[in-house]
């Protein structure tokens, strides 16, 4: 399955990202991380199906707590060139990242 990598910057703050899992529940996502830092930012990667991620990409521009949102084609052999932790469901496919 093709997919895209959704980069988003954001503040994060109480149920930020309640607001962002929220946001993307109809959309097929095969993977998402979050992770914080001390100069009071986040960031999230999401990987969604590619017929998702223009759409995804609009709703998550309109959330507030959302400061910039970056899409990059995810190739498929992308699986340990990222360096980032992330957990992934079994029934979930191959990973994004």
Excluded: F, W
Aim: aromatic content about 2%; hydrophobic content about 40%; overall charge positive.
């Amino acid at each position: 399955m093709e997919h895209t990598r959704l980069t988003v910057t954001l503040r994060p703050g109480h149920g930020t990202l309640a607001r962002l899992a929220a946001t993307l529940n109809n959309h097929h996502v095969l993977d998402l991380t979050y992770t914080t830092a001390p100069a009071d930012t986040a960031r999230a990667v999401v990987c969604v199906a590619q017929s998702d991620a223009l759409r995804a990409q609009h709703k998550l521009r309109r959330l507030v707590d959302v400061i910039e949102v970056t899409p990059t084609p995810a190739p498929p052999d992308t699986a340990e060139t990222a360096g980032l932790p992330h957990t992934r469901h079994p029934a979930a496919g191959a990973p994004c990242l």
